[in-house]
């Protein structure tokens, strides 16, 4: 769930922090910006990498790296990117392999811009900031380098050679460069994006131009030159433990469904990684809840005088409910894990918030009056102790509409600002924050690589090593079913994009490689329902067992769900996803293929197998083989064949055992018996003198001289 109030209150006041922030290795380490070519612009990011701000939205690929060709899609464009790219296009980008897209900042959003990046093929997009870093020169130097004695536009310095920098051109100035915010559709969005300054994006423009003075390019056909980047992004690894910190809240839709899914995963990884659940909860006297007599002036919201607050919650059963339920239920919780952890059974806290999201939360009947009841019943279930917990919410300062200052709340308010927490559920790994999906795989994955290599707990075996990319040959068949949480869902809606997310997420729950795993058979079942068949390729005969155990364990654990977003439009929304494995044992079938590695494509209608390319080729070598043979029978017919043919031939294709009557070759074999030469045993027939067709010094000798077949041999199958 995005969380956008006192977002600008928040930013105000952490200006500095950000500036700070903005300082460090990329977004607190995990990403990076490197210049691969030309060696020119490299060499001026040589020890380190180009500074850059990741979006808020899209899907890293955490222990991987993205390498590209970087085109510059806008230059003179009035609109920014913020239309579709046209397939001529496109097209012409994708003649070279995967590319990234440079795009300069304005006129539309962010999440507009990336998108159709994203439809054009683009694997990353660089927003091109429209404003100058503080930090950054006044101008530019055709060499990519920094002028120096620049003090204004109008005098932005001199080059290392002695030239004149070419001035920036800037809409103002900033301190940081900004967060590229979700408008609220960008989770649909799979590729990663990072904003660069105007000075670094000016580089990169300067490289791709293929004019001397870099100030005179202007068109897409000024900017023709090779410039490769690569992103990737990591996770500090230090060691064989990881610290992870999930922030959430009670009311956080998204973190509910999530938690519910990793819950049992968590319990596995208990033992090899340390688990602190933090609550997102705003800053009342920043936004004025607090009075000038420290008194409460949003009462429905905060807690504690005003200091602590909570949006109130909007939906199904939830109008009852204020923002001070939240913001209690936020501590309940806190002291939760506190008395668990001390108990050193913190599965418990896993168990309560899943099932006060369950029964609690946006459940009919449970008001503003009986929440805190509800809380206690689940409690007491879960053999946690109440008192404990209230001994907790007493001793750490209360949650009372007038109280003073809490120290779990207050500790989680100063954090979240200080690590600049926008959007839950947010995931921090060995310090480092996630800018990821909120969804089991992504999370996992980005956990089991902060292990260092060759201490990863078995759970993170799959993960890091799936299945699939090995060149087993056999195929595993599932038979779903796939259910929409929807009145009504159609074929026609599972789109591109929607079917490349439900194979992510399958294919994680079985433990295979998402390029490995395709669609067929896609049929409408019922309003909502669709059927069709999940095809796992290239396994050897152990993934295939691995793959259904994984996905039988999914299915009784009632795990393979997830959120996603129906379309790709801006008022896109999130349905729940829930897949079924149908037919008992039929369900999984196995063939065995003989496919070149990830030569597949997927019908969305219903068909996955070969192209038309490999189907043109199996008619052209069908035609091929049906033309030898009517060659080689008519030659038979007509002049018969040599012992020294036949020899030839019969590596090549079946000789039948039978010969047509009157013929030569029925001559020289009566009987009627001949047989293909025994390759595989080495048991050709002898060939006397016989001498090669260009051989002028052997007798040329006729039919065959000898063969040696035993009874043996043909009752035991060998003759052919």
Not at 237 to 259: C, L, P, R
Not at 309 to 328: E, M, Q
Not at 453 to 462: L, V
Request: hydrophobic residues 35%; aromatic residues 8%.
């Amino acid at each position: 769930m995005k969380i956008w109030i006192v977002l600008c209150l928040i930013l105000a006041k952490t200006t500095n922090l950000a500036r700070a922030h903005d300082d460090e290795d990329g977004e607190h380490g995990t990403s990076h910006l490197w210049i691969e070519a030309p060696d020119a612009l490299a060499d001026q990011y040589e020890d380190t990498f180009m500074h850059h701000r990741e979006a808020l939205f899209g899907i890293p690929s955490y222990g991987e790296e993205i390498e590209a060709k970087l085109i510059y899609a806008t230059p003179g464009a009035d609109e920014l990117g913020c239309d579709p790219y046209p397939s001529s296009v496109s097209d012409k980008w994708e003649e070279e392999g995967e590319f990234i897209l440079l795009i300069d900042r304005g006129t539309c959003n962010f999440v507009k811009k990336v998108r159709n990046a994203e439809e054009a093929g683009a694997v990353a997009v660089i927003i091109a900031d429209s404003s100058c870093l503080s930090s950054d020169p006044f101008g530019y130097c055709d060499d990519f380098t920094k002028p120096s004695g620049g003090d204004a536009t109008a005098n932005p310095g001199t080059c290392t050679g002695g030239q004149a920098a070419h001035p920036l051109t800037c809409s103002g100035s900033e301190n940081y460069l900004p967060f590229m915010a979700n408008d609220g559709s960008g989770d649909n969005i799979r590729i990663p994006s990072f904003m660069v300054s105007s000075f670094d994006a000016q580089n990169l423009k300067s490289a791709l131009c293929s004019k001397a003075d870099k100030s005179t390019c202007a068109s897409t056909d000024d900017y023709d030159q090779v410039v490769r980047i690569s992103m990737e992004w990591d996770v500090p690894a230090n060691d064989d433990h990881v610290d992870w910190e999930m922030w959430t809240s009670s009311e956080d839709w998204y973190g509910a469904e999530f938690k519910r899914e990793f819950a049992r995963v968590a319990k596995e990884l208990e033992d090899a990684s340390d688990f602190t659940p933090r609550y997102w909860i705003y800053d009342g006297v920043a936004s004025n809840c607090q009075n000038s007599q420290q008194q409460n002036a949003c009462p429905n919201n905060c807690i504690n005088s005003g200091r602590y607050c909570a949006n109130t919650p909007h939906g199904d059963f939830v109008d009852s409910l204020k923002g001070i339920d939240v913001v209690r239920e936020n501590l309940r919780q806190m002291c939760i894990w506190k008395v668990v952890s001390e108990a050193g059974t913190e599965y418990k806290w896993w168990d309560y918030v899943v099932d006060f999201a369950d029964q609690c939360f946006g459940e009919e009947g449970v008001t503003h009056e009986t929440i805190e009841t509800c809380s206690t019943e689940i409690q007491n279930d879960n053999e946690i102790s109440a008192s404990d917990v209230a001994n907790c919410i007493s001793s750490s300062g209360g949650y009372d509409l007038n109280g003073g200052e809490n120290t779990l709340l207050q500790a989680d308010l100063e954090e979240a600002k200080s690590m600049l927490i926008f959007e839950l559920p947010s995931f921090i790994v060995n310090g480092a924050l996630l800018r990821i999906s909120p969804t089991y795989g992504p999370v996992l994955t980005a956990i089991c690589a902060a292990y260092l290599d060759g201490t990863e707990p078995e759970i993170c075996d799959s993960i890091l090593d799936p299945s699939g990319t090995s060149e087993g040959t056999e195929l595993l068949q599932v038979s779903v079913e796939v259910h929409f949480d929807e009145a009504s869902f159609t074929v026609d809606e599972f789109n591109w994009q929607l079917q490349s997310e439900f194979r992510s997420q399958i294919a994680f729950k079985a433990g295979v490689s998402k390029t490995s795993t395709t669609l067929e058979d896609i049929k409408q079942k019922d309003a909502n329902t669709l059927s069709m068949h999940v095809l796992f390729h290239h396994l050897t005969h152990d993934e295939v067992v691995d793959a259904i155990a994984d996905l039988e364990t999914a299915r009784d654990h009632n795990d393979i769900r997830f959120y996603t977003a129906q379309s790709q439009s801006e008022g896109t929304r999130s349905i729940l996803v829930t897949v079924d494995i149908v037919g008992g044992d039929g369900a999984y079938v196995t063939h065995h293929e003989d496919i070149e590695k990830n030569k597949f494509v997927t019908n969305q209608n219903g068909g996955t197998g070969t192209t038309d390319g490999v189907i043109v080729m199996l008619v052209l070598l069908t035609i091929a083989v049906i033309f030898l043979t009517f060659t080689v029978v008519a030659l038979w017919r007509r002049v018969g064949l040599t012992s020294k043919d036949l020899n030839i031939f019969s590596d090549m294709i079946a000789i039948p055992s039978r010969l047509r009557p009157g013929s030569r070759m029925n001559d020289a074999d009566p009987t009627g018996r001949y047989m293909r030469p025994l390759a595989d045993e080495g048991n050709y027939a002898p060939m006397g003198e016989m001498g090669d067709d260009d051989d002028l010094q052997g007798p040329k000798k006729k039919g065959i001289v000898s063969v040696s077949v035993s009874a043996d041999d043909i009752d035991d199958g060998v003759a052919l």
